[in-house]
């Protein structure tokens, strides 16, 4: 049985063609450097975000590689996983990888991450009906009951 293979759509550039998921994954991997202020944790480098990689500083607590399949999954699973992470420059990391310089998680200070984390808060309800409220009974189940409006 012969497959029909889908057409890719494409965006054409001067020198060939760019596939449009390489070009939504590069426009999220900008925007989680730039959540994490677009240098390198170690140096400061920030001249060009090609030259930037996220390193996992416990590889042990790794789900998956943020760098490489990154529109597979959502958004939050994104920015949880590069809460385990800092921005290094090639320099730094191919150093940090030989163990020559060394980062410990106690090292970064938790207002590294809370751009990221700002972006994981819920929307607040706009339709949330003022005339019940939740309360909390002894079995640990949530029941409503009516309060009175005044």
């Not at 049985?1 to 001067?14: A, C, D, F």
């Not at 939504?24 to 991997?29: G, I, M, T």
């Not at 730094?92 to 751009?115: A, G, L, M, R, W």
Request: glycine share 2%; net charge positive; with cysteine.
């Amino acid at each position: 049985m012969v497959y029909k293979q889908k057409k890719k759509r494409t965006v054409k550039k001067r020198n060939g063609e760019v596939d449009l998921r390489q070009k939504k994954a590069a426009s999220l991997r900008r925007k989680i450097k730039a959540l994490l202020d677009n240098e390198c944790f170690i140096c400061g480098y920030h001249r060009c975000l090609r030259a930037l990689e996220l390193h996992h500083v416990v590889s042990s607590r790794k789900r998956f590689n943020v760098s490489m399949n990154i529109l597979k999954y959502k958004w939050e699973s994104i920015v949880r996983e590069c809460c385990k992470c800092v921005l290094l420059c090639n320099r730094c990391h191919t150093e940090v990888e030989d163990n020559i310089i060394e980062i410990s998680k106690k090292e970064i200070p938790d207002e590294y991450y809370s751009k990221l984390r700002e972006t994981l808060k819920p929307p607040k309800n706009k339709y949330k009906s003022k005339s019940y409220s939740s309360v909390k009974t002894k079995s640990k189940k949530y029941t409503r009951k009516r309060t009175k409006k005044r």
